[in-house]
């Protein structure tokens, strides 16, 4: 997968994982271990509703868990010795359940496609945030106080803004909706006074 997680490239990434036969599962298992942390990530990015949120949740804690039995039945499959056809037995049976957990978190992306790209969309374009630009926005908006916004300027002006880390796009992501829903609601209310 490239560096740009994008709803499309993730699902394909499913599919080709979907695809791995159970003839080659020791490699398979390295792969789960990448792929259900990628997945992890949409937990601090897509937003959905609490009982859709509930049930990623536990998709992806469930990912997580198989993925780690597969990991650990592959080592111990490698190490070989006379339990070697057991171990062998052992990853085919977690590379199943890791599929089957997998095409799950799948059907709830395809339930949930709307969300999943338009969340996966903003973090994106969080790539592309204008960092000044986003703290003063939260300064007018009250968001932030004086002392906050002049530690945040003066560290953007001493510092490269370029952000990285997909953790901290994502929280920049949820930052901005929230401004936007807060400037929706002052609308909102600005619009009732008038009346």
Known sequence: MGDELTFESLLSEIDAFLKFPQS???KASERSIAL???????????????????????????????AIKLAQSAINYKRGGI???????????DLRRFKDELMAFRELML???????????????????????????????RA????????????LAQN????KCPETLAQLSRISTYLSELHEIRKVDEDAQEK
């Open 24 to 26: 080659d599962s020791v």
């Open 36 to 66: 259900s942390r990628i997945i992890g990530t949409l937990q601090n990015i897509v937003r959905l509703d609490s009982k859709r949120a509930s049930e990623m949740s536990e998709r992806i804690s469930a990912l997580d868990a198989n």
């Open 83 to 93: 339990l070697s056809a057991d171990w062998a037995r052992f990853v085919q049976r």
């Open 111 to 141: 339930a949930n496609s709307d969300m999943f790209k338009s969340s996966m969309g903003m973090c994106k374009l969080s790539n592309n945030i204008n960092m000044a630009r986003l703290i003063r926005e939260l300064h007018d908006a």
């Open 144 to 155: 932030i106080g004086e002392r906050t916004f002049v530690l945040l300027t003066n560290y």
């Open 160 to 163: 490269n803004p370029k952000i």
